[in-house]
């Protein structure tokens, strides 16, 4: 509408120019002209603001998308979540009524263990006798095996090394660890002069106590050996301690009735194989003096405790 004004103005105004005005409506007419410029000049600042606004609701709208898409993307994810703690709470409520099922099987057991318990102390209550007379007895072995084991070393003690000989009380046993360099000729199971002598002395000791076994276990260092007579170190083993049993039931005269052989081979180290120290320990056979198996049987059995 403006613009229309604009131009019926300069129409005027042409018309006007071409004939005879007077010089009141020409200055009229400027000024009007001066007018509409003005009003032109702010109608082009105000067009500018709004391409302006426009540009920036351009903008602010593209925004807004990226925003949308954001937050559906974050929806989505939350969505997943809100799906995979749902299957978390359902596991662990079965998980819950499980241990609720445990919890009350428990609560019946624990009820039949109390029952039982109860059961077991009143019969330990009436066995406190029998309980007295195996502490007794565990005394009295251990009194059995420390007197073994000190006349054990006293008997031992004359020419030899410590290194050759060790004594030792473990529990109900006592253990004679000897080395094999006094025993063996190097490499085979033959017994030297000296094994028979150290040998001689401990055939002594067990001989005054009847009521002991004798187990020979003997062991090899890792280092392989095969021969015409041995395949392995297995073989090497148990063929020692068959010559110390040999020898203790034929020319020490123990009853073979109480004399066990066994080979433990180059397992149940004492120390590393990797050093000769470590290798020279190794080789080794040890003599264990334990109570018959049926002693045992016997002080187990509550049918064979004396009376008063």
């Not at 099922?101 to 318990?117: H, M, R, Y």
């Not at 002991?212 to 021969?227: A, R, S």
Request: glycine share 4%.
């Amino acid at each position: 509408m403006r613009f229309n004004n604009l131009f019926l103005l300069f129409l005027a105004l042409g018309i006007s120019l071409s004939s005879c005005v007077t010089k009141k409506k020409y200055t009229a007419l400027l000024t009007q002209l001066e007018t509409a410029n003005k009003d032109l000049g702010a109608c082009g600042t105000k067009l500018n603001n709004l391409m302006n606004q426009l540009s920036a609701c351009e903008k602010e709208k593209e925004r807004l998308k990226g925003d949308i898409n954001g937050n559906q993307s974050t929806l989505k994810l939350k969505d997943e979540q809100i799906t995979d703690l749902k299957a978390q709470i359902a596991d662990l409520k079965a998980q819950r009524d499980k241990q609720l099922t445990q919890v009350g099987d428990l609560t019946v057991l624990s009820k039949s263990a109390n029952d039982n318990i109860r059961e077991t102390l009143s019969q330990l209550q009436n066995k406190d006798k029998y309980i007295q007379l195996l502490q007794l007895a565990k005394t009295k072995a251990d009194s059995i095996n420390l007197a073994l084991a000190v006349n054990l070393k006293s008997v031992l003690k004359d020419g030899l090394d410590d290194q050759d000989v060790d004594v030792k009380v473990d529990k109900t046993v006592v253990f004679i660890n000897l080395s094999d360099k006094m025993l063996y000729q190097s490499g085979s199971a033959n017994l030297t002069p000296k094994a028979n002598d150290v040998l001689a002395k401990i055939a002594k000791i067990i001989a005054s106590r009847p009521e002991f076994e004798v187990m020979v276990e003997g062991y090899t260092d890792n280092l392989p050996i095969k021969n015409a007579c041995m395949d392995d170190n297995w073989d090497l083993s148990v063929k020692r301690a068959t010559s110390v049993v040999r020898a203790l039931q034929v020319t020490h005269k123990i009853d073979p009735n109480r004399l066990i052989a066994a080979g433990r081979g180059q397992y149940n180290t004492l120390m590393a194989n990797d050093t000769e120290a470590g290798r020279a320990a190794n080789r080794r056979t040890r003599i264990i003096i334990l109570p018959k198996i049926n002693q045992f049987y016997d002080l187990l059995n509550p049918n064979l405790v004396p009376g008063n």
